[in-house]
């Protein structure tokens, strides 16, 4: 069975410049995560999307960043403009949850893209 | 909220020798919790789970942990490392579907 995919695996660009996250999470799984992890620490969530509706972006900074999961499959995380404190690594996760949230499964993780802003 | 506090940033240990790495959990009811593995440049690997089941848990290479609700704690433990077990290791905590994570433990593994 395929695991979650992500590309790029890494991403180098300048400040005040666009970029873009691309994630492909398991097969049947209706609960998609997108997590971001500093330097040193543990991930922290960002959005959460069950099937094509977010239903948890309380972290998520939308001045800047936007997140989209049509048909609620695949999913896309954008940092637009970019800035020097986004350097992190950006891991997707899916998982299948029952109605409500009222059991899941376990958090598959993808391999994560670094993203290093200069 | 939940949170879960990991007490030890890097744990050095010699190859045969046992492995402990030290969780604590704050939570009003009683949680779920986790123990995922990062190798370098690899993604988040589940190692165990605890859902209110066995207080004892055992997980993938070796590795068990135990919930011990009067200490709020939630160890992990291996009885001899190995050289692949060198990796960050955190501990998580369940809150809706979503996963808190603490800020991570640093195994080193020396021959």
């Known amino acids: 069975e395929a695991g979650v995919v992500q590309s790029p695996r890494y991403k180098i660009i300048e400040k005040k410049q666009p970029v873009a996250f691309w994630c492909n999470p398991i097969?049947?799984?209706?609960?998609l995560y997108w997590y971001r992890q500093n330097l040193g620490q543990g991930p922290e969530l960002l959005i959460r999307?069950?099937?094509?509706?977010?239903?948890?972006d309380s972290q998520l900074p939308k001045d800047r960043f936007s997140a989209e999961r049509l048909k609620g499959v695949d999913s896309t995380l954008k940092i637009q403009p970019a800035e020097l404190g986004d350097s992190a690594v950006y891991l997707c996760a899916s998982s299948l949850v029952g109605a409500s949230g009222r059991w899941a499964y376990e958090q598959y993780f993808g391999p994560g893209t670094r993203l290093t802003v200069t | 909220a939940q949170s879960v506090t990991q007490l030890d940033s890097h744990v050095s240990v010699s190859e045969g020798t046992p492995v402990l790495l030290r969780c604590n959990y704050s939570s009003s009811y009683s949680p779920s919790l986790f123990w995922y593995v990062q190798h370098p440049n690899k993604g988040l690997q589940l190692l165990l789970k605890y859902t209110s089941a066995a207080t004892l848990v055992k997980g993938i290479n070796g590795f068990e942990a135990e919930f011990k609700k009067s200490e709020t704690s939630f160890h992990l433990t291996k009885p001899s490392a190995h050289m692949s077990d060198a990796a960050e290791y955190f501990c998580v905590v369940r809150e809706g579907t979503a996963l808190i994570f603490g800020k991570g433990t640093t195994l080193s593994v020396s021959s």
């Open positions: 999307y069950e099937n094509e509706e977010a239903v948890d």
């Open positions: 097969s049947g799984h209706n609960t």
